[in-house]
């Protein structure tokens, strides 16, 4: 559903395209735009103002406003906009009346009041994404987030149509969030056409201005996030990166600007930025291959956009070959790369022990069939990877690379030609009718093909392996004699889901499992990727945990 104000901001839009078409030449024409009345909750509230041209109005003019529920004040940074028009966004977390009042070094934009009304989210709008459980996601309202990801570097840096047709690719597919460049890449579309906006007035590819930002750019890049918003898509924006040697000083990309320059690039984005529900921030991809920064500026970074944004988003920083200190308090969540980690449960389980946050593997290879190693996984191995990330209690992220030649989705977005999408898509529905708090390993010490939540819910992946019977038994957790389960089969690549007839009962065996009172075994195709859905379905009252994990 679209937001009230969605109208509206198009209308603004439209009335500042006018009023830059009639102007006089060499005028400034800016008004005040009309506030908005209402907001939905979790959007954009949106202050537009007129103030200085004149000088450098990214350096020299400080802008901020405090919006007030009557108990609580938020601050955030405005921005300008260019022609005069400076704007303050805003995201409203709960309904209600509330106010602002604007502070600035301009006097044309200090004092400005106003106040309006927040109404209930409603259709596909649940808020932002936050941590829940230690290890898992929920949006703003408590409904759970279940990261099905993928990458697309430059999409937005592609021609108009192409990212239109990215766009239309998403809708289709099963991914609810993408990782996404700032700043370009060397790797241009199809290899021959170059971005033509960029961050920075200036010539490109090196000549830029480092203390004025090109508006169009941003207009351009914000457009398109609201798009992956109202497709219910998480935008996972990177700020640094390794890859864009052909911009920038001393060929070395858009980061060796200096500390100064950094700090305003990152302030800038997050004031314009934030207010956008579905953002989420990752420092740099392969932080470690940025060669002209060290951790200690990353730090630093991590510092800046989250003390400027106040809404607490996703904050990550990705890596090459070195893994970052995680465990810093401004980052959320851990976003790896391992081409290895997910090859099995346990392995994926561990960085959880590690850094105690949800672990999201946004780099495991990718399907393909390119030269490079990274760029060669089948499509069976794509899905097994996400299947065997799940059962650890993890985030799997997904891309494709020269599944047909030409196109590149890992690249520049586009069409999407490998086999794992319909395939993640069923995992996805599997998540999403799962239990509320998420998968977790139920006995990581010995039993790792099995997770879920003890004594309710439960899958067991049985991966590259072919059995053709499974003798029921649970790890004791959550559980006593006499419960009752369901059990499916799920066949991960074909897709399907098979009941398995009566119920199972569990029974006592030692100290340590529990069986089915008749000691039935489940019939197995025999066919690799299978795995089990075992749920819970009397009505008695839950049951105490018996033991810590690995007793």
Known sequence: MKSKSSGLFRNLALLAIIASATAIPGSLFAVDAPAQKSVQQWDVFEVQLSGPAGGNPFTDVQLSCNFSDGTRTVTVNGFYDGDGVYRIRFMPDHPGGWSYTTGSNAPALAGKTGSFQVTPATGKDHGPVYVRNTYHFAYGDGTPYNEIGTTSYIWVHAPDDWEDVTLKTLADSPFNKIRMLIFPHDYNFRKTIAPTLFPFVGTPPRDWDYTRFNPAF???????????????????LILFHPYGNSYGPNNSGFNNMGRAADDRYLRYIVARLAAYRNVWWSLANEWDFIRVKTE??????????????PYGHMLSIHNGALIFNNTLPWITHS??????????????????????????????????????????LTPEEMVH?????????????????DVVDGDYWLAYGGKLYGQSPPRLAFLKKVLDDGPARGIDQIDKWQDSPVAGVPGQYYLVYFGLNKPTTWAFQLYKNGLRDGLHFKVEILDTWNMTVTPVDGDFVTAKKDNYYFVDEQNRSITLPGNPYIALRIRRVDNTPAVPLTAPNGE
Do not use: C, M
């Open 218 to 236: 941003f207009q351009h890049l914000e457009k398109r996030i609201g798009q992956l918003r109202d497709l219910n898509i998480e935008a996972d």
């Open 385 to 401: 990877r996400f299947w065997e990330g799940t059962i650890g209690g993890t985030y799997v992220g997904h891309s494709e690379y």
């Open 296 to 309: 200690a500026d990353f730090v630093h970074y991590g510092e800046v956009v989250s003390s400027n944004d």
């Open 335 to 376: 976003s790896i790369q391992n081409g290895d980690a997910v090859v099995e449960s346990s392995r994926a389980e561990l960085y959880r022990d590690v850094f105690r946050k949800p672990v999201v593997y946004d780099e495991v290879k990718y399907e393909g069939t390119g030269a490079a190693r990274w760029a060669q």
